[in-house]
């Protein structure tokens, strides 16, 4: 077997029964979490600039790795377009805003913006890549996604109507502009009903009660398919196994 043919084998979510992939990930997913750490508080300590130096480090080698090795990811084109087009891919863009932040250039225009710390959040997707279940339910979302995205159309169309009637037969102080009327949609439909912003009529809150028992089916609908999706798959899965 070819030198980066091991390289793409161990770093690509592949097969556990050889332990250097097994190592490779264990690694990776540690150094992910040491990234995080610092992103859980606001003060700036030496240990957490060396947890982001460290992890750094480990995410450029492992973005260097695939990058080297994705005329195999991409074996379906050209080796130069592999190459080419491998860090326009949605997980390499990922690794990439993982990397950015840390470099001082970089951090300075993000900070321009106040979105630092916000895009090294971008790092816990990470996670997505060592999880063979993510992976699965991802490959879920993906085959359903013309369902799911019905769904979505349908609750998008739901809201707007419902914010539409309500800051129209409202006149209560509750809603100060649409926002705030798509604001009381989206939570009403969502079943969260936070309270902040509620109907003060005897035809609102009939609405209000309306929307969130359509919210309850809507809910429901995009969680059975996705489960049943996933048990497919999941018994697929342990079909090729065995």
């Known amino acids: ?114 979105l630092s710390r916000l895009v090294k959040i971008m790092r816990i997707f990470k996670f997505l890549r060592y999880s063979e279940n993510m992976l699965m339910l991802l490959r879920v979302l993906h085959k359903e996604r013309h369902i799911l995205f019905t769904v979505f159309l349908m609750a998008v169309f739901y809201i707007v109507v419902t914010a539409l009637v309500m800051f129209n037969l409202e006149e209560s102080v509750q809603f100060h502009n649409f926002f705030d009327a798509l604001y009381w949609a989206t939570t009403t439909l969502t079943t969260v009903g936070y309270g902040d912003i509620y109907p003060a009529t005897n035809i609102g809150r009939v609405i209000s009660m309306f929307s969130a028992i359509f919210g309850v089916a809507v809910i429901a609908l995009p969680s059975g398919v996705i489960t049943a999706s996933y048990l497919e798959e999941l018994k697929n899965s342990k079909k090729k196994a065995s």
């Open 1 to 114: 077997m070819k030198f980066r043919q091991r390289i793409y084998q161990m770093v690509e979510t592949g097969n556990k029964d050889i332990l250097i992939n097994e190592i490779y990930d264990w690694v990776m997913l540690v150094f992910i979490i040491l990234s995080l750490v610092p992103l859980t508080s606001r003060k700036e300590y030496a240990v957490f600039e060396w947890f982001d130096k460290i992890s750094v480090t480990a995410f450029i080698i492992d973005y260097i790795l695939r990058w080297s090795t994705a005329d195999y990811r991409l074996s379906n084109m050209p080796k130069w377009k592999a190459f080419l087009l491998y860090p326009f891919t949605a997980f390499a863009i990922i690794d990439l805003l993982s990397i950015l932040p840390s470099f001082t250039f970089f951090n300075r225009v993000f900070k321009l913006f106040r």
